[in-house]
Nanobody, 122 residues
Framework: QVQLGESGGGLVQPGGSLRLSCAAS????????MGWYRQAPGKERELVAS???????NYADSVKGRFTISRDNAKRTVYLQMNNLKAEDTAVYYC????????????????WGQGTQVTVSS
């Protein structure tokens, strides 16, 4: 069993900052890519940021320069530092992890966190 536990969501004013955390637990050998997705009301889920096991990152254009994704492999945790938050950042944020169960690159499977609400409002 693999579970991703998310924390750090909440209500913040425009221009404020928030840090999301997602820790993986269970029968895990290592984790390949990790990422953060978000889903706003009436919208489809979209990729916000991703990070490889080696630390290479990718960001959605809408968050470049404001958000930073990072990971701690020893803690099996991925973070999303969100600065200069805007109203359009309001959404449920989900973490994702592509998990390996042994030294070989297979099998691997993607798991999702339960989601954490981020609301940016005055």
């Amino acid at each position: 069993q693999v579970q991703l536990g998310e924390s750090g969501g909440g209500l913040v004013q425009p221009g404020g900052s928030l840090r999301l955390s997602c820790a993986a637990s269970g029968s895990i050998f290592s984790i390949n890519d990790m990422g953060w997705y978000r889903q706003a009301p009436g919208k489809e889920r979209e990729l916000v940021a991703s990070i490889t096991s080696g630390g290479s990152t990718n960001y959605a254009d809408s968050v470049k320069g404001r958000f930073t994704i990072s990971r701690d492999n020893a803690k099996r945790t991925v973070y999303l530092q969100m600065n200069n938050l805007k109203a359009e950042d309001t959404a449920v944020y989900y973490c994702n992890a592509d998990v390996r169960f042994r030294a070989q690159p297979w099998p691997h499977f993607a798991f999702w966190g339960q989601g954490t609400q981020v609301t940016v409002s005055s």
